[in-house]
C-alpha cells in the first residue's frame, strides 16, 4: 500500500473518531442523546397503560449492584461460550 493512501485512510478514521465526539460535546442523557432502547421501549409501554401483572421479587439496592450483577451475568455466559469452543476445538482436533 502506498504511503499516501495509508495517511489517506488514517486521517477519514482520525475525523471518524473524533467527529462524534466533537458533535456531541456536553449532551448526554439529559438531552435525549445516548438514551438507548430501554428507556424508548418503557415510555412506549407507558403509553399503552398496560400495568405489570406481577413485581419483582427483589431489587438492587443501587444501579452499581445491577451494573455488577450484569457484568458477572455477562462473564459467566462468555466462560460457558468458551469452554463450548474450547471443546468442540479440542474435539476436532482429537479426531485428526
Given at each position: 500500500?502506498?504511503?499516501?493512501?495509508l495517511i489517506?485512510?488514517s486521517?477519514?478514521?482520525?475525523?471518524l473518531?473524533?467527529s462524534?465526539l466533537?458533535m456531541?460535546?456536553?449532551?448526554?442523557?439529559?438531552?435525549?442523546?445516548f438514551g438507548g432502547?430501554?428507556?424508548?421501549a418503557?415510555?412506549?409501554i407507558?403509553e399503552t397503560?398496560?400495568e405489570?401483572?406481577?413485581?419483582?421479587?427483589?431489587?438492587?439496592?443501587?444501579?452499581?449492584i445491577e451494573?455488577?450483577?450484569?457484568?458477572?451475568q455477562a462473564?459467566?455466559?462468555?466462560?460457558?461460550?468458551g469452554y463450548?469452543f474450547?471443546y468442540w476445538r479440542?474435539?476436532s482436533?482429537?479426531?485428526?
Amino acid at each position: 500500500m502506498k504511503k499516501s493512501t495509508l495517511i489517506i485512510l488514517s486521517v477519514i478514521c482520525i475525523v471518524l473518531f473524533i467527529s462524534p465526539l466533537i458533535m456531541y460535546n456536553g449532551l448526554g442523557e439529559d438531552e435525549g442523546y445516548f438514551g438507548g432502547a430501554d428507556g424508548a421501549a418503557g415510555e412506549a409501554i407507558e403509553e399503552t397503560g398496560f400495568e405489570p401483572w406481577f413485581s419483582s421479587i427483589w431489587e438492587p439496592p443501587s444501579g452499581e449492584i445491577e451494573s455488577l450483577l450484569f457484568a458477572l451475568q455477562a462473564a459467566i455466559g462468555a466462560i460457558i461460550i468458551g469452554y463450548a469452543f474450547g471443546y468442540w476445538r479440542g474435539q476436532s482436533k482429537k479426531e485428526e
